[in-house]
């Protein structure tokens, strides 16, 4: 790994902002691969969450961390491509009831804007009912489903019984993801697929979409 890609890492665990955004914005001139810099975000905040459980970081810091997440969000969605084309059909996306994280659903839907879908992002610690009504309202190909916490996985169950329980499962198509999301996660779920990582989730949410 080049210096550059550990120095990055480096101010990530270390919440260091203004050393961690200084190598973005270098890294970025430099023409990287954003999704090499995604993985080292990835890294990064393995690290500080492997702090959080270990008591040697506290929220205080997972909130910093939050923060400076959100800028390294911004200063690299536009890395990712902008297209204007035709529209390659509707995402309904959200996080789930109780969660809060949003950080890696905003890096899917960028992705998916980039892609050429209309993404109607619901925000976070979104109701079952909200995205029932979001799928009567928008008709959606796609509604993506976020969560990184242990309790998501119960929230996200809870929505995808209720779109069913409206009449509305056999017309979208329903992908979970998230740190914590697996095979078992689609399986207890009802899912139709999932993901943990935003580049992996989005071919797959491109392949539920028909293909496109
Ligand atoms: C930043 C952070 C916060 C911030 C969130 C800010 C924000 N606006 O999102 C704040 C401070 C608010 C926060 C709060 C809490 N947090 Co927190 N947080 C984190 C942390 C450090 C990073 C998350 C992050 O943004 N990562 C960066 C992004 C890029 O990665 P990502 O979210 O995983 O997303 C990627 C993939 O998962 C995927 N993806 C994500 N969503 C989707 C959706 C789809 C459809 C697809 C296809 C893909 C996909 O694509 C992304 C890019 O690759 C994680 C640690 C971790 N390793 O996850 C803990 C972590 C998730 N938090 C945790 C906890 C415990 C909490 C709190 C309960 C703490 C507390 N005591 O208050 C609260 C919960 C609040 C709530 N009700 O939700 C735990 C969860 C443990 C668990 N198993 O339940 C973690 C794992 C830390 C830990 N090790 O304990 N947190």
Redesign the pocket.
């Known amino acids: 790994m080049t210096d550059v890609r550990e120095e990055f890492i480096n101010a990530l665990v270390d919440l260091d902002e203004t050393t961690c955004l200084d190598l973005l914005k270098k890294r970025i001139e430099a023409q990287e691969d954003p999704f090499v810099i ?1 993985e080292d ?2 890294k990064g ?2 690290v ?3 702090r ?2 270990e008591g040697r970081y506290f ?1 205080s810091d ?2 910093m ?2 923060e400076i ?2 800028e390294i ?1 911004a200063e690299l969605k536009p890395a990712f491509g902008d297209t204007k084309m035709k529209s390659k059909g509707t995402i309904v ?1 959200g ?1 789930v009831e ?8 905003n ?2 839907t960028a992705l998916l804007e980039a892609d050429g879908f209309t993404v109607i992002d619901l925000g ?2 979104q109701s079952p009912d909200v995205f029932v009504k979001a799928i009567k309202e928008y008709d959606p190909v796609v509604v ?9 996985i119960e929230s996200m169950k809870k929505t995808v019984d209720a779109i069913a329980g409206a009449g509305l499962r056999d017309r979208v198509k329903i ?7 697996d095979e078992e996660t689609k399986e207890y779920t009802g899912a139709d697929d ?9 071919r ?2 491109k392949t539920l979409a028909g293909g496109v």
């Not at 993506?144 to 998501?152: D, H, I, K, R, Y």
């Not at 992908?175 to 999301?181: E, N, S, Y």
């Not at 999932?194 to 989005?202: N, P, T």
Request: charge should be negative; proline fraction near 0%.
């Open positions: 995604l975000v990835r905040t393995d500080v969450s492997e959080f459980e929220v997972l909130m961390s939050g997440l959100k969000m996306a996080t109780g969660d809060v994280h949003d950080i890696g659903k890096i899917v976070v610690d993506s489903l976020s969560g990184l916490l242990t309790e998501a992908i979970v993801g998230g740190g914590r999301c999932w993901a943990d990582d935003a580049a992996g989730g989005v797959k949410i």
